[in-house]
């Protein structure tokens, strides 16, 4: 096992930290306030990150899953906006991947090239009002209709709804079958029968639009349907891996919140010392670093499986679910040692605190992922 960076992944690594420290943190406060920005959606299109990992061919970066995280993480880490981040990855890495991985020649060419700019914006939308941890429970039908499907129902808690051009939707073409009935297709926006409701009020994370979309006879050409009718359970876990490595910004943004907190450490002054000098702020410091260490090597570690075409499921669970809960830990810490002044806006380190909260819920529960970590290694 080599985590070790090539020449080219270091340079890309400092370019895109260069790029984030520059164009996406100052505007971070900002965006809060006034939700998401298209000129800098402009901007990471310019530098090539919103095609990142889709293939050359169809004017994308072409780069593996080791390097997608290296770019990530960099991101993360310069820019400290973990809600761009997950903007980026809903398009990139569950809007376009799927597409990808699952798309006719037909589906690729017609999408990706303008997903890979920026020019299209894509969704992932999967969970329902009644269907989150159970996912196979989903109620969205998708009813055949000569050279169409039709679609009924809704979905909720989706992120870039508001702002996506195409959708990459779950629907049933058989209730009956649960997970074998479940079924991708790609909606476009504007299809008669959808509609997209308004953004969603989250706690943090305004920059990020959330929102929920409602079919209703919504007319779907088949050919727009990814892989084949009642194989979208085993395409989800197929593109897992790249759902996972969604989590790569997570640990730019642990790091970012450990810069800011050993550099206040070493300013801040109690009792005429840097807080710093206090031996309970140092232990924060250091359970901040060791979480954030931990979690960088389990994401190379599904990157590094995931080139090289081996199975990570198991991985990817265990990866998920320390991540997220490592950077709530962190986050907690990271307020903590800014004390009251990290509750205050003023300083971003609280933001951290919410975006990780979310990212033990998104994507699965932590509950949900210590089920599958327990039934893979009992095989029950
Ligand atoms: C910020 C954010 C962004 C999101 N973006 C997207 C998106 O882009 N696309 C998309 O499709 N979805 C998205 N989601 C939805 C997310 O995937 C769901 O919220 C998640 O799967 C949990 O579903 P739920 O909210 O319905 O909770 P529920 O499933 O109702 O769970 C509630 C609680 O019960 C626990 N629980 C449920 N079942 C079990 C069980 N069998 N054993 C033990 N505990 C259990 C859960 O762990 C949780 O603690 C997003 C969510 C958030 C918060």
């Given at each position: 096992?080599?985590?070790?960076?090539?020449?080219?992944?270091?340079?890309f690594?400092?370019s895109?930290?260069?790029?984030?420290?520059?164009?996406?943190r100052?505007?971070i406060?900002?965006?809060?306030?006034?939700?998401?920005?298209?000129?800098?959606?402009?901007?990471?299109?310019?530098?090539?990150l919103?095609?990142l990992?889709?293939?050359?061919?169809?004017?994308?970066?072409?780069?593996?899953?080791?390097?997608?995280?290296?770019?990530?993480?960099?991101?993360g880490?310069?820019?400290?906006?973990g809600?761009?981040c997950?903007?980026?990855g809903?398009?990139?890495l569950?809007g376009?991947?799927p597409?990808?991985?699952?798309g006719?020649?037909?589906?690729?060419?017609?999408?990706?090239?303008?997903?890979?700019?920026?020019?299209?914006?894509?969704?992932?939308?999967?969970?329902?009002?009644?269907?989150?941890s159970?996912?196979?429970?989903?109620?969205?039908t998708?009813?055949?209709?000569?050279?169409?499907?039709?679609?009924?129902?809704?979905?909720?808690?989706?992120?870039?709804?508001?702002?996506?051009?195409?959708f990459?939707?779950?629907?049933?073409?058989d209730?009956?079958?649960?997970?074998?009935?479940?079924?991708?297709?790609?909606?476009?926006?504007?299809?008669?029968?959808?509609?997209?409701?308004?953004?969603?009020?989250?706690?943090?994370?305004?920059?990020?639009?959330?929102g929920?979309?409602?079919?209703?006879?919504?007319?779907?050409?088949a050919?727009?349907?990814?892989?084949?009718?009642?194989?979208?359970?085993?395409?989800?876990?197929?593109?897992?891996?790249?759902?996972?490595?969604?989590?790569?910004?997570?640990?730019?943004?642990m790091?970012a919140?450990?810069?800011a907190?050993?550099?206040?450490?070493?300013?801040?002054?109690?009792?005429?010392?840097?807080?710093?000098?206090?031996?309970?702020?140092?232990?924060?410091?250091?359970?901040?670093?060791?979480?954030?260490?931990?979690?960088?090597?389990l994401?190379?570690?599904?990157?590094?499986?995931?080139?090289?075409?081996?199975?990570?499921?198991?991985?990817?669970?265990?990866?998920?679910?320390?991540?997220?809960?490592?950077?709530?830990?962190?986050?907690?810490?990271?307020?903590?040692?800014?004390?009251?002044?990290?509750?205050?806006?003023?300083?971003?380190?609280?933001?951290?605190?919410?975006?990780?909260?979310?990212?033990?819920?998104?994507?699965?529960?932590?509950?949900?992922?210590?089920?599958?970590?327990?039934?893979?290694?009992?095989?029950?």
């Open positions: 096992m080599d985590f070790s960076f090539t020449e080219e992944q270091t340079m690594k400092d895109i930290l260069k790029f984030a420290e520059k164009e996406i100052p505007g406060t900002a965006r809060e306030e006034e939700g998401f920005s298209y000129d800098i959606w402009k901007k990471m299109g310019e530098m090539g919103l095609g990992s889709i293939p050359e061919e169809y004017g994308g970066g072409g780069a593996d899953a080791m390097t997608t995280v290296v770019g990530l993480e960099a991101f880490h310069g820019g400290w906006d809600s761009l997950v903007v980026w809903s398009h990139l569950i376009a991947m597409i990808v991985e699952l006719t020649e037909e589906q690729k060419k017609t999408y990706l090239p303008k997903m890979a700019t920026g020019e299209k914006i894509g969704a992932f939308a999967l969970t329902e009002p009644e269907a989150g159970d996912a196979t429970g989903l109620k969205t998708a009813t055949k209709d000569g050279d169409s499907y039709i679609l009924n129902g809704s979905k909720t808690f989706i992120s870039n709804a508001p702002i996506a051009d195409l990459i939707v779950f629907a049933s073409t209730l009956e079958k649960r997970a074998g009935g479940l079924t991708i297709f790609i909606v476009e926006k504007d299809t008669p029968g959808l509609t997209v409701g308004k953004p969603l009020e989250k706690y943090e994370g305004k920059s990020t639009p959330t929920e979309i409602f079919f209703d006879d919504c007319k779907v050409p050919e727009n349907m990814l892989g084949g009718e009642g194989e979208g359970f085993q395409a989800m876990l197929y593109t897992l891996g790249w759902e996972r490595i969604a989590f790569a910004p997570t640990i730019g943004l790091e919140d450990l810069d907190c050993i550099e206040y450490s070493k300013e801040r002054k109690q009792f005429g010392k840097p807080i710093g000098k206090f031996q309970l702020v140092q232990a924060m410091l250091a359970e901040m670093k060791m979480d954030l260490e931990a979690s960088r090597y994401t190379y570690l599904v990157a590094w499986k995931k080139d090289r075409g081996e199975f990570i499921g198991l991985d990817a669970a265990i990866a998920k679910t320390f991540i997220s809960e490592a950077a709530e830990r962190s986050s907690r810490k990271a307020v903590q040692i800014f004390g009251g002044y990290g509750c205050m806006k003023e300083y971003p380190i609280g933001r951290n605190f919410w975006f990780s909260k979310m990212a033990t819920i998104g994507g699965g529960t932590s509950q949900i992922q210590r089920l599958v970590i327990g039934r893979l290694l009992t095989g029950l």
